[in-house]
């Protein structure tokens, strides 16, 4: 008995000397969380969805890049002026047509008084998770945001499924187990590998009616709205842009809009069984919703024939 009680006083000895315990007890200062004093960078009326802007300051929630929700303003407040913002779960007019199949799902902003669906947001600003709707409106969990605005990591491992609403930007690789759902632009440095999968938003589109048409780093992640009926010379950015970089066209005019995607330079356009050709062009009778996907290797640029349109290759 006396080995044992021996034994017990050295291991908490050596547990103290490793950090495993304070010297003294600690006063830990706590609060419920449930509140938070923001300036306000616009009028805020009692009772509004808050959210806070990347400038720090508080503004009535509304479907606005940069927007992140913070909960529900407790008294109305004057451009700068603090307001007092509770967390919580509160109702909202129901924009989604949610059910009560909805119940776990994301909320996005609508405006200050109602949240909808993803799809009919243009900047997807989670409002929290939904978990009640009754013929009043849409109850909405404000406090536990388990969603990401915008991230940048190094390795990116998703066991579960993930949402980032913005932009995700990873430097090395990512292992899929569950599902990564990216809002805005997924750039992957490394490697994508895992049974999951990445879901990237709808495509953003681009009108062009007239002229022909400088490609630049504005147009990567978009599709370009050809409507021209006549001929339109698309001129690639020069090799060199970031692997990965895409950019897609599509003819909607009718069979006199003629569109050829150019190379900057001669030679560095890869497409179907070619590996330095110059451009790409789609052919008569067969332009009305010729779709083309460009993509950067890092070097070159490769030219993917999305549809059965007849594409003819130009190689001086």
């Known amino acids: 008995m006396h080995k044992r009680l021996k034994m017990t006083s050295m291991i908490w000895a050596l547990a103290c ?3 495993m315990a304070l010297a003294a007890d600690r006063d830990t200062p706590e609060r419920d969380g449930r509140f938070v004093r923001v300036e306000a960078g616009a009028a805020i009326d009692s009772g509004e969805l ?11 929630a509304a479907d606005t890049a940069g927007y992140a929700v913070i909960g529900r303003a407790e008294s109305s407040a004057a451009e700068g002026a603090y307001v007092l913002v509770k967390r919580g779960v509160f109702r909202w007019a129901n924009y989604g047509s949610f059910t009560q199949k909805d119940i776990g799902t994301l909320a996005y902003v609508s405006n200050s008084v109602g949240v909808t669906a ?7 600003r989670p409002a929290g998770r939904i978990v009640d709707v009754d013929t009043s409106g849409v109850w909405v969990d404000t406090y536990n945001q388990d969603v990401l605005l915008t991230a940048t990591v190094d390795d990116l ?4 499924d993930a949402t980032v609403t913005d ?10 187990t569950g599902n990564a759902a990216v809002g805005g632009t997924l750039t992957v440095t490394g490697t994508l590998t895992g049974g999951g999968a990445a879901r990237l938003p709808v495509l953003s589109t681009v009108a062009h009616t007239v002229g022909d048409l400088t490609v630049t780093s504005a147009h990567y992640g978009k ?9 339109v010379n698309a001129t690639l950015p020069a090799a060199g842009a970031a692997a990965g970089s895409v950019v897609e066209f599509l003819c909607v005019g009718d069979n006199d809009c003629a569109l050829t995607v150019t190379a900057a330079a001669a030679d560095t356009l890869i497409t179907f069984n070619n590996q330095a050709a110059d451009a790409v062009t789609f052919g008569t009778g067969h332009r009305i919703g010729a779709n083309l996907r460009v993509i950067s290797d890092g070097t070159s640029w490769v030219a993917v024939n999305l549809g059965n349109h007849t594409m003819t290759v130009t190689d001086d």
């Open 17 to 19: 000397i490793g950090g």
């Open 167 to 176: 932009d995700l930007a990873v430097g090395g690789d990512i292992a899929l």
């Open 223 to 231: 599709v370009v709205i050809v409507s021209t009926n006549g001929a």
């Open 157 to 160: 491992t998703v066991n579960d």
């Open 118 to 124: 993803s799809a009919s947001t243009s900047n997807t």
């Open 50 to 60: 808050v959210a806070i802007y990347t400038d720090a300051e508080a503004y009535p």
